[in-house]
């Protein structure tokens, strides 16, 4: 079945840092992948995504790139804020259908 | 502009209570799901709505039926509680018609659920 695998942290950054959060997929064919972002006491809101391979999606600040040859949407930012701290899902949609599947998240802190 | 509302946002139930949890959206989506979010487990699709008047189970239907009452509302009733529903659960809707795919799904702030 479709999968998503990511890095569960929690990690600790200092303000101004490199952020990179790996997410891999398993999927048959060629699903849209998708991040997205829960703030503390929020519900979830999409960051970014990708619906074919080579494609690169960005928003404020966040990149991820879908690697077809390595099945991989790692998320990255140049220099995170302290209002970056949350927690990150990576998720997948495969054949039409609506219906995310999701990694299991990871908890970022970014301290001043 | 409320988007997708819950309610209530906090919850606790004994054992074997019954409880409707509620979600409305404001967006005319066509499309509802049913989450719920465990620590270290992500978010788990329980139920959802492809369009008012269907429903289909996700990946964790048991203990829970949902109801599509109309476009905007769709909810989740534990007709028995138990301590393994203890949970946040999310209530989320997106736009799905002919030609229109990879929409994103908006969600509400959650329902936080203890079962004692």
């Known amino acids: 079945g479709n999968s998503v695998t990511q890095m569960e942290g929690p990690v600790t950054l200092s303000e101004e840092a490199f952020l990179t959060i790996n997410c891999t997929y398993t999927?048959?064919?060629?699903?849209?992948l998708f991040w997205y972002v829960q703030y503390p006491g929020e519900g979830l809101q999409l960051l970014l995504k990708?619906?074919?391979?080579?494609d690169k999606g960005s928003n404020k600040g966040f990149e991820a790139t879908y690697r077809k040859e390595t099945t991989s949407f790692h998320l990255e930012k140049g220099s995170v804020q302290v209002s970056d701290s949350a927690v990150y899902f990576c998720a997948l949609t495969k054949g039409g259908s609506e219906k995310l599947v999701f990694g299991k998240g990871m908890k970022l802190t970014v301290n001043p | 502009n409320a988007g997708v509302t819950q309610t209530p946002k906090f919850q606790v139930l004994k054992t074997g209570q019954s409880m409707t949890l509620q979600c409305a959206q404001d967006m005319n989506h066509n499309s509802m799901y049913w989450y719920r979010q465990d620590p270290g487990m992500g978010l788990r699709l329980i139920y959802y709505?492809?369009?008012?008047?269907?429903?289909d189970k996700g990946e964790v239907p048991n203990g829970y039926n949902v109801s599509r009452l109309n476009k905007r509302e769709f909810s989740l009733r534990l007709e028995s509680a138990a301590p393994s529903q203890t949970s946040v659960y999310f209530c989320?809707?997106?736009?799905?018609?002919?030609?229109?795919?990879?929409?994103?799904?908006?969600f509400g702030d959650g329902t936080r659920l203890s079962i004692l």
């Open positions: 990708a619906t074919k391979a080579d």
């Open positions: 999927a048959t064919g060629y699903p849209s």
């Open positions: 989320a809707s997106s736009e799905t018609r002919q030609g229109l795919s990879n929409q994103p799904q908006h």
């Open positions: 709505s492809a369009s008012e008047g269907t429903t």
